[in-house]
């Protein structure tokens, strides 16, 4: 029997990098997952590879009626919901010279904006003592060159850790954030213009890493399961830094 037999988990986000590896683990402990992606294809190959503890919502966290399909297809299944996973997001660089206000619009409408409706749309379907668990970044707390729209939004999210974990604390629902440093994802590979700077950026980024290396997804699934589960009872409100050591050394 794992560690989240019986739960019901929705991620979003889920067909790649962290958001797949923690649909992964939390099916492999035992929980029922919801996944959610923007790409029907990749969304059910996600949802073949987890298998019959799955299940696939085709979604747009920054679409109001994406996400009212998703809370009702958790609601038909009539179990309620014990863990959130909020993890979809992404971001692109520009220098302050180059920011748009419709990169500015994307940005913090996926990742702010698609947090804090995700959150919302599932409210009343959360179960007494579920955990919501929102993916930020390390650079909530440091500069980012070139980067500084996402580092906000990431910052944003930050606050509502906090904020909704003393709004949800009479319902026993914890609310805690996970800060990963650079890891080796689709999303960061993406984030260069072509194969050539893909490696390029990702030797850079191991380089100003303390532990000389990037991270797994399965690095950053593994902390989503210990702050979904029972070994995290007396957490709430914190910030897991995930970054092999970049925010703290």
């Not at 790409?39 to 979604?59: C, F, P, S, T």
């Not at 679409?63 to 993890?87: E, K, P, Q």
């Not at 500084?148 to 914890?174: D, N, Q």
């Not at 399961?225 to 995930?242: C, D, H, N, P, Q």
Request: proline fraction near 3%; charged fraction near 15%.
């Amino acid at each position: 029997m794992g560690q989240l037999t019986g739960k019901t988990a929705l991620v979003t986000g889920a067909t790649s990098g962290i958001g797949l590896a923690a649909a992964r683990r939390l099916a492999a402990e035992g929980a029922y997952v919801f996944l959610t992606g923007r790409r029907q294809a990749a969304l059910d190959a996600a949802v073949a590879e987890i298998g019959e503890n799955a299940i696939g919502v085709q979604a747009d966290v920054a679409t109001l009626t994406d996400l009212g399909r998703v809370a009702a297809a958790i609601r038909d299944r009539g179990a309620g919901l014990d863990i959130v996973f909020a993890n979809a997001g992404g971001g692109e660089f520009a220098t302050l010279g180059e920011i748009t206000w419709q990169h500015y619009a994307d940005t913090f409408n996926t990742n702010v904006g698609g947090t804090l409706f995700t959150v919302q749309a599932v409210l009343p379907l959360l179960n007494r003592g579920a955990s919501i668990v929102i993916t930020s970044s390390n650079i909530d707390v440091k500069a980012a060159a070139a980067f500084s729209v996402y580092a906000a939004s990431k910052a944003a999210l930050r606050s509502f850790t906090r904020s909704w974990a003393a709004e949800l604390v009479g319902r026993e629902i914890r609310v805690n954030s996970i800060a990963p440093g650079p890891i080796e994802t689709p999303g960061l590979s993406g984030l260069a213009p072509d194969a050539e700077g893909a490696e390029r950026l990702l030797k850079d980024l191991a380089s100003g890493v303390p532990m000389n290396r990037l991270g797994r997804p399965e690095e950053i699934a593994d902390a989503v399961v210990f702050l979904a589960s029972g070994a995290s009872t007396f957490m709430t409100g914190a910030e897991i830094y995930v970054d092999g050591g970049v925010s703290q050394v």
